[in-house]
C-alpha cells in the first residue's frame, strides 16, 4: 500500500506553490501520489500552475473539504492530510531541530506503524516550539491526543461515525473520533511542522471566527463531555482541551 497526499487550498496557490509543494519535492514524494482539492473558480488556475498534479474540485469551507476528501478516496485508503502551507516537518535533535529529508520514507514507515499496533492515525505535534515539546515525558503518545490538521495520516473509512460536523474544531473532532473508535491516536511528541497559523487565506483569521468556535465548543463539550473540559484563552476565544487519557487497550 502507498499514499495519497491530500492538501486543500483555497486562494493561496503562491503559498502553496513555495511551501508544500516545495517541501515534498524535497522529500521525494512521487507527484502523481499528491492530490490538491479547491474550489470551481480556482481550478483553472491551479491546473495551469501544476499540470502534472492531481487538481480536484472540491467543497468550499475547510470541515466541508476535509469530509469531501474523506468521500473522494476509496475505503482502505492511505491518506496523509497537509495544510498548503508546510515549510518543513523537522524532530528535535540535541541542540536544534532536524529536517525529516525523505518523507516518502517517514510515512510508509508510519504506516508499518500503524499496522503494528492497530492504529488508524498518526498526527504531530501541535506547537513548532522546541521548549514545549522537549517538556513531553515521552516522543511518542498513544492515549487521547490533540491531533493538529497541519500534518495527519490515516486509514480512510466509509463511515458517516467519522464525518466531521466543527466548523473551526474539527481538528479536536477529529481527534476524539479516532480514539473512541480504535482506542488510540498516535502522535510524535517530538516532530512538528514549520508553518503559520492563521495566515492570508484558507480559513482566516481567527478574530473572525468567534460565532463558530463557541458553537463548536458547545457542540464538543455537549457530545464528549467525558472527553474535554473548558480552557479560556488569554486573547478571549472559547476552547477546550482534551483530557489526558490513557489508550483504551491496556496492552499497549
Not at 91 to 100: A, K, L, M, Q, V
Not at 150 to 176: A, P, Q, T
Amino acid at each position: 500500500m502507498s499514499y495519497k497526499i491530500a492538501i486543500p487550498s483555497y486562494n493561496r496557490l503562491d503559498i502553496l506553490l513555495n511551501k508544500t509543494m516545495l517541501t515534498l519535492i524535497r522529500g521525494e514524494i512521487p507527484k502523481e501520489s499528491i492530490y490538491i482539492f479547491v474550489v470551481e473558480e480556482e481550478y483553472e488556475k491551479y491546473k495551469e500552475a501544476l499540470p502534472t498534479i492531481n487538481i480536484i474540485i472540491g467543497e468550499k469551507g475547510c470541515v466541508n473539504q476535509r469530509n469531501f476528501i474523506m468521500n473522494y478516496f476509496d475505503e482502505g485508503d492511505y491518506i496523509i492530510s497537509m495544510d498548503d502551507d508546510i515549510e518543513k516537518v523537522e524532530y528535535i535533535g540535541d541542540d536544534d531541530f532536524i529536517t525529516i529529508e525523505n518523507l516518502n520514507d517517514f510515512f510508509m514507515y508510519n504506516l508499518d506503524f500503524m499496522k503494528k499496533i492497530n492504529a488508524n492515525i498518526w498526527g504531530v505535534y501541535p506547537v513548532y516550539n522546541k521548549l514545549f515539546m522537549s517538556k513531553q515525558k515521552q516522543p511518542i503518545s498513544l492515549g487521547l491526543n490533540f491531533l493538529i490538521g497541519h500534518l495527519y495520516g490515516f486509514i480512510n473509512r466509509k463511515d458517516d461515525n467519522f464525518k466531521l460536523n466543527c466548523k473551526v474544531m474539527h481538528d479536536y473532532e477529529n481527534s476524539i473520533i479516532h480514539y473512541l473508535k480504535d482506542g488510540k491516536v498516535i502522535r510524535y511528541n517530538n516532530i512538528a511542522c514549520k508553518t503559520k497559523m492563521y495566515g492570508r487565506g484558507g480559513i482566516g483569521n481567527k478574530n473572525d471566527r468567534y460565532e463558530d468556535m463557541e458553537q463548536d465548543v458547545m457542540f464538543l463539550m455537549s457530545k464528549y463531555p467525558q472527553y474535554v473540559k473548558p480552557k479560556k484563552k488569554r486573547d478571549g476565544m472559547p476552547h477546550i482541551v482534551l483530557k489526558k487519557l490513557p489508550p483504551l487497550d491496556m496492552e499497549l
